[in-house]
């Protein structure tokens, strides 16, 4: 035995192991077609439509604002429907990031030669651009999952999540990294870039990075801008001149709407995070080694995969509005997969790990997060064995 995986296989074992998962893989890419086509256009209209919805229930509901004197104008009714919009909004996001663009992205979508619905030209409703998140996401992560030194998501740089990583004085405060990154899950995908961590740790100067930076800066600049000041400019500007006739200000309106979608940004942000977080972060998940992953072979980097990943349960809206995350055994291992067939491979794959004595991850909602919470407490103190490092 060769391998250095936490597992008692074989290499041989482990070569089978991966032409048997490659078989499920070239089997169901095999059978897409109009099932699969149907599936993804009718989630971009639904999700299109709840967008849509959204911003016109927000806008309707300032008809109900008290200064309109009418019957059903009060607060209490302008805040009712400017909640509904709101979250209607909100659902839409999670929808477009989660179920449609993340799976766009990984190219899922591309043998359909839909020119809409492209890897190389979808841009998501999200602060960091779509190229250069395919790279840190993409060639990165799913290349190097859960190995130390190599992912950039073990900890996003910020926090311990194995006590593979040293101990040092800056993770006392990684449970109020864990909230603001929750909170602020947009922008620290937006700022997830090695070339930054590069600028901070002295390997590159400013000028060096200064090109991506501007990348980003333009992107995050076209989504303030959209959120922002365009759609609740759009709603001040027919204020104004109503202003001259009823007793509610322009900038009242204007601000209704920005606080509309920042809620609604800030309720797809934690939802994202929760998902993410508890897909490669609970109890029981591995890390690794670079040295492990030497001269690595196609079914080593599936054990790894299956190893380093954790599945959620849930119903078929659940699983909808996670992006399939809910299967991140099944993404993982399958990342070029169509996330609709997720839910009938993942009984597949859990069978053929249980056959090769591989633990399968999964668990509810409530355990995940919450073991990855306590993990991530409990791992903001030195272990009694662990080095401890100056920060």
């Given at each position: 035995?060769?391998h250095a995986l936490?597992?008692?296989?074989?290499?041989?074992?482990?070569?089978?192991?991966?032409?048997?998962?490659?078989?499920?893989?070239?089997e169901v890419f095999?059978?897409?077609?109009?099932?699969?086509?149907?599936?993804?256009?009718?989630?971009?209209?639904?999700?299109?439509?709840?967008?849509?919805?959204?911003?016109?229930?927000?806008?309707?509901?300032?008809?109900?604002?008290?200064?309109?004197?009418?019957?059903?104008?009060?607060?209490?009714?302008?805040?009712?429907?400017?909640?509904?919009?709101?979250?209607?909004?909100?659902?839409?996001?999670?929808?477009?990031?989660?179920?449609?663009?993340?799976?766009?992205?990984?190219?899922?979508?591309?043998?359909?030669?839909?020119?809409?619905?492209?890897?190389?030209?979808?841009?998501?409703?999200?602060?960091?651009?779509?190229?250069?998140?395919?790279?840190?996401?993409?060639?990165?992560?799913?290349?190097?999952?859960?190995?130390?030194?190599?992912?950039?998501?073990?900890?996003?740089?910020?926090?311990?999540?194995?006590?593979?990583?040293?101990?040092?004085?800056?993770?006392?405060?990684?449970?109020?990294?864990?909230?603001?990154?929750?909170?602020?899950?947009?922008?620290?995908?937006?700022?997830?870039?090695?070339?930054?961590?590069?600028?901070?740790?002295?390997?590159?100067?400013?000028?060096?990075?200064?090109?991506?930076?501007?990348?980003?800066?333009?992107?995050?600049?076209?989504?303030?801008?959209?959120?922002?000041?365009?759609?609740?400019?759009?709603?001040?500007?027919?204020?104004?001149?109503?202003?001259?006739?009823?007793?509610?200000?322009?900038?009242?309106?204007?601000?209704?709407?920005?606080?509309?979608?920042?809620?609604?940004?800030?309720?797809?942000?934690?939802?994202?995070?929760?998902?993410?977080?508890?897909?490669?972060?609970?109890?029981?998940?591995?890390?690794?080694?670079?040295?492990?992953?030497?001269?690595?072979?196609?079914?080593?980097?599936?054990?790894?995969?299956?190893?380093g990943s954790c599945?959620?349960?849930?119903?078929?809206?659940?699983?909808?509005?996670?992006?399939?995350?809910?299967?991140?055994?099944?993404?993982?291992?399958?990342?070029?997969?169509?996330?609709?067939?997720?839910?009938?491979?993942?009984?597949?794959?859990?069978?053929?790990?249980?056959?090769?004595?591989?633990?399968?991850?999964?668990?509810?909602?409530?355990?995940?997060?919450?073991?990855?919470?306590?993990?991530?407490?409990?791992?903001?103190?030195?272990?009694?064995?662990?080095?401890?490092?100056?920060?």
């Open positions: 035995m060769t936490p597992v008692n296989l074989s290499d041989a074992a482990i070569d089978e192991f991966g032409r048997e998962l490659d078989a499920i893989r070239d095999d059978s897409r077609g109009a099932r699969d086509r149907a599936y993804i256009l009718g989630l971009i209209r639904t999700q299109r439509g709840l967008a849509l919805g959204g911003r016109l229930v927000i806008y309707a509901s300032l008809f109900l604002l008290p200064a309109w004197g009418h019957a059903l104008a009060s607060w209490g009714a302008c805040l009712a429907a400017l909640g509904a919009g709101t979250l209607m909004l909100a659902l839409a996001k999670i929808l477009e990031n989660m179920e449609i663009a993340h799976n766009v992205l990984h190219a899922q979508w591309d043998w359909m030669k839909d020119p809409q619905i492209q890897s190389s030209t979808w841009e998501w409703d999200t602060m960091s651009p779509s190229d250069r998140w395919m790279h840190s996401h993409n060639v990165v992560h799913h290349t190097w999952t859960n190995v130390l030194h190599k992912d950039l998501d073990v900890g996003y740089g910020i926090m311990r999540v194995t006590p593979l990583q040293k101990w040092k004085a800056k993770f006392l405060f990684q449970p109020v990294y864990f909230v603001l990154l929750m909170l602020f899950f947009e922008e620290g995908v937006a700022l997830h870039e090695e070339a930054l961590l590069d600028h901070l740790r002295g390997k590159k100067s400013l000028r060096e990075i200064l090109p991506l930076l501007k990348h980003i800066g333009r992107k995050v600049w076209r989504q303030v801008l959209k959120d922002y000041v365009m759609w609740p400019g759009a709603a001040a500007l027919v204020a104004i001149p109503l202003s001259l006739y009823l007793p509610a200000s322009p900038w009242l309106v204007f601000g209704l709407v920005a606080g509309a979608n920042a809620v609604a940004n800030l309720v797809r942000n934690i939802w994202s995070f929760i998902i993410i977080f508890c897909g490669h972060f609970p109890e029981g998940v591995y890390n690794f080694t670079p040295e492990q992953v030497e001269n690595e072979t196609r079914g080593g980097w599936y054990v790894r995969q299956l190893l599945n959620i349960g849930g119903g078929k809206l659940f699983h909808i509005l996670s992006g399939n995350l809910s299967h991140q055994i099944e993404h993982h291992l399958f990342p070029d997969m169509c996330s609709n067939r997720y839910p009938e491979v993942a009984p597949r794959v859990r069978a053929l790990a249980a056959r090769y004595g591989l633990p399968y991850n999964t668990g509810s909602l409530t355990r995940q997060f919450g073991t990855t919470w306590l993990k991530n407490l409990r791992l903001a103190f030195p272990d009694s064995a662990a080095t401890v490092v100056p920060a």
